[in-house]
Nanobody, 124 residues
Framework: VQLQASGGGLVQAGGSLRLSCAAS????????IGWFRQAPGKEREFVAN????????YYADSVKGRFTISRDNAKNTVYLQMNSLKAEDTALYYCAAPSRTYYRTTAEREYGYWGQGTLVTVSS
């Protein structure tokens, strides 16, 4: 499955952005999708994921209550709505799919398909 992330940009602290992850190739609706991010000088970290059907979601503690992941399988797209953004949310954001179908995980090593990153910069 090929993934392409978009929607990043520059926003003031407290603002909102919505990232999109568009998929093509293999049957998108068979795959959970995860969002990860990598801040300057730091390792990539898990942000959120959603199961193939769209009814199961999981968030990192750092974004819980502020970010919402959703998907539209008819449009082959997953979204990450980011509200109440903080300077520490500044990072390159990636969407990814696990190598296995119908498998939702927070483990980065299980994700075999990655999109290019989209940069989110939050000014304080």
């Amino acid at each position: 499955v090929q993934l392409q992330a978009s929607g990043g940009g520059l926003v003031q602290a407290g603002g909102s952005l919505r990232l999109s992850c568009a998929a093509s190739g293999r049957t998108f609706s068979n795959y959970a999708i995860g969002w990860f991010r990598q801040a300057p000088g730091k390792e990539r970290e898990f942000v959120a994921n959603i199961n193939a059907g769209g009814l199961g979601t999981y968030y990192a503690d750092s974004v819980k209550g502020r970010f919402t992941i959703s998907r539209d399988n008819a449009k082959n797209t997953v979204y990450l709505q980011m509200n109440s953004l903080k300077a520490e949310d500044t990072a390159l954001y990636y969407c990814a799919a696990p190598s296995r179908t119908y498998y939702r995980t927070t483990a980065e090593r299980e994700y075999g398909y990655w999109g290019q990153g989209t940069l989110v910069t939050v000014s304080s």
